[in-house]
């Protein structure tokens, strides 16, 4: 079955693989990694369902960047230099960093595997390509009801706003398709636009949709660069090393941390007075939200700092009335705001969202060093990944 290309801009990607790539620019430029895909669902695809995602991969090589593409980055992303849209210019996708099988019981495994700041952008296009390709195969796109999501989505974004809640979309990786992510921004940008409401509509992770609609592009890092620099540094000193590291390389710009990657506590007992005041604020990705905001306002005191001049971002798998409880708990005592992703962009009648991860697993430093395990914690047991008796050992050194 050929089915028509998913990804055709360059920039229909979230913003933290653009930072994170310059950041590997900058840091580890000859770096190499593998990733792999995560189903936590363990979800059977139909029989020749990983023919139909290579095609996908292969399309891939045609897409480049554009001039409009360029010219909107520079504009809003003014910490990235202007030689790295350059480097941009000339990347391509290379299909064959992607390595694609499928079992009998239709169980997917893809491993991607080569140079860091390269194979990074594969992320996304292959998670939206999985999500959209599974929607279509089981025929939920046949029955998806435009008039309906639509009207949900307004009803969501007027609760949104109106609860005053600071708000971005971070639903690309594991949207119901391009079209559907599409037309929830436009309504929820227009809902927005159509009065005066105490909330905020911050934007979306997404930069082609964000450069389309005229909206903000969202995003700092990701959990894969705490991950590497574990094997750098440790997992002690490896959330301070990159905290100083990414300031240095955007100049204190770009300053929202995700924290999680090795749990909390690791994190809090080696988090400086400098970084802390450095950094606009922590994003909160897993736990219980209640619990993390006493242990981030606790910290920021010790430190002889404000928690109500510091942001909190939470991201962990929300819904509207999460985020609402959320803020309620949180009465301005730090600037909290949200991320949603699936809810937002896959919440549709008549069909099940993926859930489903690409994973940094194994690095090395060159192409000329021993490869290590890449794993994640976490705060909670499901987001748990890599080598299990590499985790099982972390978690006997963090206790």
């Excluded at 504009?75 to 299909?95: A, C, D, I, K």
């Excluded at 209640?290 to 005191?301: A, R, S, V």
Aim: charged content about 25%; aromatic content about 12%; hydrophobic content about 35%.
């Amino acid at each position: 079955m050929i089915m028509r290309q998913i990804i055709t801009h360059f920039t229909d990607n979230d913003l933290y693989t653009f930072s994170c790539q310059y950041y590997i620019m900058q840091q580890y430029p000859r770096a190499e990694v593998e990733y792999t895909f995560f189903d936590r669902n363990l979800t059977c695809y139909p029989k020749g369902f990983g023919e139909i995602l290579q095609e996908q991969i292969n399309y891939m090589a045609n897409v480049t960047i554009t001039d409009q593409e360029v010219e909107f980055m520079t504009e809003q992303l003014v910490w990235l230099p202007l030689w790295y849209f350059s480097f941009l210019r000339g990347y391509r996708f290379n299909p064959k960093e992607v390595n694609i099988s499928q079992d009998e019981e239709g169980h997917l495994s893809i491993l991607i595997r080569g140079k860091w700041f390269s194979t990074i952008m594969w992320e996304m296009p292959i998670l939206s390509c999985i999500s959209e390709l599974i929607h279509t195969l089981n025929g939920d796109a046949d029955r998806y009801d435009l008039e309906v999501e639509h009207a949900k989505a307004v009803a969501k974004a007027e609760k949104i706003f109106n609860a005053g809640l600071v708000f971005g979309d971070m639903g690309t990786r594991r949207r119901f398709s391009y079209d559907h992510q599409k037309m929830v921004l436009k309504a929820m940008k227009h809902t927005y636009e159509s009065k005066q409401w105490p909330g905020i509509f911050t934007g979306t992770s997404n930069v082609w949709l964000a450069m389309e609609l005229g909206l903000k592009p969202l995003g700092t890092l990701s959990h894969q660069i705490i991950s590497f620099e574990e094997n750098v540094s440790g997992v002690f000193e490896c959330n301070y090393n990159v905290m100083k590291k990414f300031s240095d390389v955007y100049d204190g710009n770009n300053g929202t941390y995700l924290y999680d990657c090795f749990g909390d506590d690791v994190f809090f007992k080696n988090l400086s007075k400098r970084m802390a005041m450095m950094y606009t604020g922590l994003r909160v990705d897993s736990g219980i939200e209640e619990e993390q905001i006493e242990k981030i306002i606790e910290k920021y005191k010790q430190l002889g700092i404000d928690p109500a001049t510091k942001q909190v971002v939470f991201s962990n798998g929300l819904n509207v009335d999460r985020c609402i409880a959320i803020h309620e708990y949180c009465h301005g005592r730090v600037k909290d705001s949200y991320g949603v992703g699936t809810y937002l962009t896959c919440d549709v009648d008549n069909s099940k969202p993926s859930n489903i991860v690409v994973k940094l697993t194994k690095c090395r430093i060159t192409e000329i060093r021993e490869w290590h395990d890449c794993i994640k914690l976490s705060c909670d047991k499901g987001k748990t990944l890599g080598n299990k008796e590499k985790c099982a050992y972390i978690l006997s050194q963090i206790g």
